[in-house]
């Protein structure tokens, strides 16, 4: 029998905070991504909470299966629970190769910024703010989970002239431009 020689694809472990993180960027991945760059690309929810239990849960995927790269989309807004800093919450992650990307103060404020929604500093809001305007001025009430709303509210050269301006957005989408070439060890 002849034995198949099968390239090993890299791949990237992409972990949303919550639900609503994980809807975005399963929609940015039909933006970004055109074609099969030859990474292969996961996509999980977080469950939300604070950091440093996303960063625990995200600790443990990377357990159970190899990632050449691992980053979370966390919110800015919520302090870590279990006793520890910030700062432990970040060297842990750094320790385990996973890069952290904070959205300030939530991912509603990340959409109200692309949008350049009435020009406001959405950053310097309070999270039930910036949730509040986003749901009732684009009434995604009950849809923020599911990835066909953004598309509905944001569009491709949106998001594309958005990325300079905006420092998460510019480090997720360069997350998902990753290509084979990107990873030494398997050109």
């Not at 694809?9 to 760059?37: C, M, N, Q």
């Not at 509603?108 to 305007?133: A, D, M, N, P, Y």
């Amino acid at each position: 029998m002849a034995k198949f020689k099968r390239d090993i694809l890299p791949s990237v472990l992409i972990v949303g905070e919550g639900h609503t993180d994980y809807a975005f960027l399963l929609f940015l991945r039909t933006v970004v991504i055109k074609d099969k760059p030859g990474v292969r690309f996961k996509f999980i929810p977080g469950h939300g909470g604070s950091p440093d239990v996303v960063v625990d849960f995200t600790i443990r995927q990377t357990k159970e299966a190899a990632y050449d790269k691992v980053f979370i989309v966390l919110d800015q807004d919520n302090p870590p629970i279990r006793g520890v800093k910030l700062d432990e919450v970040k060297h842990k992650a750094r320790s385990e190769k996973i890069e952290l990307i904070w959205v300030k103060p939530c991912i509603e404020g990340l959409f109200l910024s692309i949008l350049e929604h009435k020009g406001k500093s959405w950053h310097l809001l309070t999270t039930k703010e910036c949730q509040q305007v986003f749901d009732n001025e684009f009434k995604v009430h009950g849809c923020k989970t599911d990835p066909s709303t953004y598309g509905k509210i944001f569009k491709k050269n949106i998001i594309m002239e958005k990325q300079d301006k905006l420092i998460p957005l510019e480090k997720i989408i360069k997350f998902l431009q990753l290509s084979k070439a990107d990873f030494p060890q398997t050109k």
